[in-house]
C-alpha cells in the first residue's frame, strides 16, 4: 500500500488551465501504475488517465483524451495531471490511486487512494 496526497485543484473559469499533483510515500512508489479518476455528484467514478511506472506507456479516457496530459517524477514520488481547456462538465472530485497492476483503468483494480481535490470549472 502507498499513501497518496493530492493537491492543485480549485476554481477555474471555462477554458481555463490547472495541474493536480499527488505524492505518495514510501520507497516502492515508482513500481506502481499511477492513475487520475473523477466523481461527480451522482455519477461513478470516471477514468481519466494512467500512466505506467517507468513513464513510457499512458493511456487516457475518451472524455479529456487531448486536454489532459499525466505525467510523473519518480525522483520526488509525484503523479501530475495537467488539465487544459477546462469547461463545466470537468466540475469534480479528482482522485489519484496506485495499482500494482499493468495500465488499467478500473476503479476496482486500484488499491490504493487519495482523499481527492475538488476542481469547480465555472462558466
Known amino acids: 500500500q502507498v499513501q497518496l496526497v493530492e493537491s492543485g485543484g480549485g476554481l477555474v473559469q471555462a477554458g481555463g488551465s490547472l495541474r493536480l499533483s499527488c505524492v505518495g510515500s514510501?520507497?516502492?512508489?515508482?513500481?506502481?501504475?499511477m492513475g487520475w479518476f473523477r466523481q461527480a455528484p451522482g455519477k461513478e467514478r470516471e477514468f481519466l488517465a494512467a500512466?505506467?511506472?517507468?513513464?513510457?506507456?499512458?493511456q487516457y479516457g475518451d472524455s479529456v483524451k487531448g486536454r489532459f496530459t499525466i505525467s510523473r517524477d519518480n525522483a520526488k514520488n509525484t503523479v501530475y495531471l495537467q488539465m487544459n481547456s477546462l469547461n463545466s462538465e470537468d466540475t469534480a472530485v479528482y482522485y489519484c490511486?496506485?495499482?500494482?497492476?499493468?495500465?488499467?483503468?478500473?476503479?476496482?483494480?486500484?488499491?490504493?487512494w487519495g482523499q481527492g481535490t475538488q476542481v469547480t470549472v465555472s462558466s
Open positions: 490511486a496506485a495499482s500494482s497492476l499493468i495500465m488499467v483503468t478500473r476503479p476496482y483494480e486500484y488499491g490504493s
Open positions: 514510501g520507497r516502492t512508489f515508482s513500481s506502481y501504475t
Open positions: 500512466i505506467s511506472w517507468s513513464d513510457v506507456n499512458t
